[in-house]
């Protein structure tokens, strides 16, 4: 593909993770030397970008990913998934090692403990890419595991003017290269903290965009919800309260669903609301993919479900803005 009217315009590429999941029920996390029966074990397509993007197909995107995959089973079994569902999938191949692989302990409360493994042959570089599968699409994510080549993505887009989304759980070597390129930041609870010296994200996140000059940066909070900065002001979306099954994957639709919204040019309050509506209902399924709910299901949920206690009132945030100011 050496023109851009060789490649289709997408709505969401994303550049980064897919995983094959072993999920292993069990009634309890297994304390230090012991033993634990486990039930029926499953496995499932996952991966924090694979199903970001896989989500996005299903509520009527159009969508491609970029990822490299082993020379295994787990690769046809990516390939099958994202055939599937459509998803214009660019999967390299290394083809002597195994895919990556996650084993998911999964209690009865539904959280999960991940166990995982990736070959470093699987890295993705920056040179595999081609500048078209980013610059040809309306958003891009990545998760920045591989960073160098999610930098070379990240500028890319920012180069196009397409907005790029990230969602960090880890600090990876060379991260900040990836950062001075993304619009939306949005990571697990500690990561601001880690990169701003302070474990308040009231400050942490006006910090982290001061310093990255982001359009958002957020930090996911579980239960808690989410709670973001804008640049101006703080906001908060509280989680919603479901029949928690098993929480793989509730931040990739969190993601997913932030995105989707995002996209729709919806005001920020509710891309986060929608996004923790999204994240809720994956909850109640098995895997990462498995509670994917229709947009309608989502909107439902987001108009009528209860939520979990909020972790920050109005005026803790409009204090918090005042002093951000």
Same mark, same amino acid.
């Given at each position: 593909?050496?023109?851009?009217?060789?490649?289709?315009?997408?709505?969401?590429?994303?550049?980064?993770?897919?995983?094959?999941?072993?999920?292993?029920?069990?009634?309890?996390?297994?304390?230090?030397?012991?033993?634990?029966?486990?039930?029926?074990?499953?496995?499932?397509?996952?991966?924090?970008?694979?199903?970001?993007?896989?989500?996005?197909?299903?509520?009527?995107?159009?969508?491609?990913?970029?990822?490299?995959?082993?020379?295994?089973?787990?690769?046809?079994?990516?390939?099958?998934?994202?055939?599937?569902?459509?998803?214009?999938?660019?999967?390299?191949?290394?083809?002597?090692?195994?895919?990556?692989?996650?084993?998911?302990?999964?209690?009865?409360?539904?959280?999960?403990?991940?166990?995982?493994?990736?070959?470093?042959?699987?890295?993705?570089?920056?040179?595999?890419?081609?500048?078209?599968?980013?610059?040809?699409?309306?958003?891009?994510?990545?998760?920045?595991?591989?960073?160098?080549?999610?930098?070379?993505?990240? #500028?890319?887009?920012?180069? =196009?003017? !397409?907005?790029? /989304?990230?969602? +960090?759980?880890?600090?990876? &070597?060379?991260?900040? %290269?990836?950062?001075?390129?993304?619009?939306?930041?949005?990571?697990?609870?500690?990561?601001?903290?880690?990169?701003?010296?302070?474990?308040?994200?009231?400050?942490?996140?006006?910090?982290?965009?001061?310093?990255?000059?982001?359009?958002?940066?957020?930090?996911?909070?579980?239960?808690?919800?989410?709670?973001?900065?804008?640049?101006?002001?703080?906001?908060?979306?509280?989680?919603?309260?479901?029949?928690?099954?098993?929480?793989?994957?509730?931040?990739?639709?969190?993601?997913?669903?932030?995105?989707?919204?995002?996209?729709?040019?919806?005001?920020?309050?509710?891309?986060?609301?929608?996004?923790?509506?999204?994240?809720?209902?994956?909850?109640?399924?098995?895997? #990462?993919?498995?509670?994917? =709910?229709? !947009?309608?299901? /989502?909107?439902? +949920?987001?108009?009528?479900? &209860?939520?979990?206690? %909020?972790?920050?009132?109005?005026?803790?945030?409009?204090?918090?803005?005042?002093?951000?100011?």
């Amino acid at each position: 593909m050496t023109g851009l009217s060789n490649v289709e315009k997408v709505d969401v590429v994303g550049v980064g993770l897919n995983a094959t999941d072993t999920l292993i029920p069990v009634a309890h996390y297994p304390a230090r030397g012991t033993k634990v029966a486990i039930r029926p074990t499953t496995v499932l397509p996952g991966g924090q970008t694979a199903t970001a993007v896989v989500a996005c197909q299903q509520w009527g995107l159009r969508t491609r990913y970029v990822g490299k995959v082993g020379g295994d089973s787990a690769a046809a079994l990516h390939a099958a998934e994202f055939s599937r569902f459509g998803v214009e999938a660019h999967l390299l191949t290394a083809a002597d090692c195994p895919s990556q692989q996650a084993f998911i302990l999964v209690d009865d409360s539904g959280e999960r403990t991940v166990l995982w493994r990736r070959d470093r042959r699987l890295a993705l570089r920056p040179e595999e890419l081609q500048r078209e599968w980013i610059v040809n699409s309306r958003a891009l994510h990545v998760d920045g595991h591989d960073t160098a080549a999610a930098a070379q993505a990240a #500028a890319w887009a920012r180069s =196009a003017g !397409v907005p790029v /989304i990230a969602d +960090l759980d880890e600090l990876y &070597p060379g991260v900040e %290269a990836l950062l001075k390129n993304v619009d939306y930041l949005i990571t697990s609870r500690d990561i601001p903290g880690k990169l701003a010296s302070t474990d308040d994200l009231q400050k942490s996140l006006p910090a982290v965009h001061r310093r990255f000059g982001c359009r958002l940066t957020a930090a996911t909070l579980g239960i808690d919800g989410v709670l973001a900065w804008d640049g101006a002001q703080l906001h908060y979306a509280p989680a919603f309260r479901v029949d928690t099954v098993d929480t793989t994957g509730a931040g990739d639709l969190f993601h997913a669903g932030f995105i989707y919204a995002l996209l729709q040019g919806w005001p920020l309050q509710k891309q986060l609301d929608f996004a923790c509506a999204a994240a809720a209902l994956n909850c109640i399924g098995v895997g #990462a993919r498995g509670g994917i =709910a229709s !947009v309608d299901a /989502i909107e439902r +949920l987001l108009a009528t479900g &209860p939520r979990y206690p %909020a972790m920050f009132n109005a005026p803790v945030i409009s204090s918090a803005a005042r002093d951000c100011g």
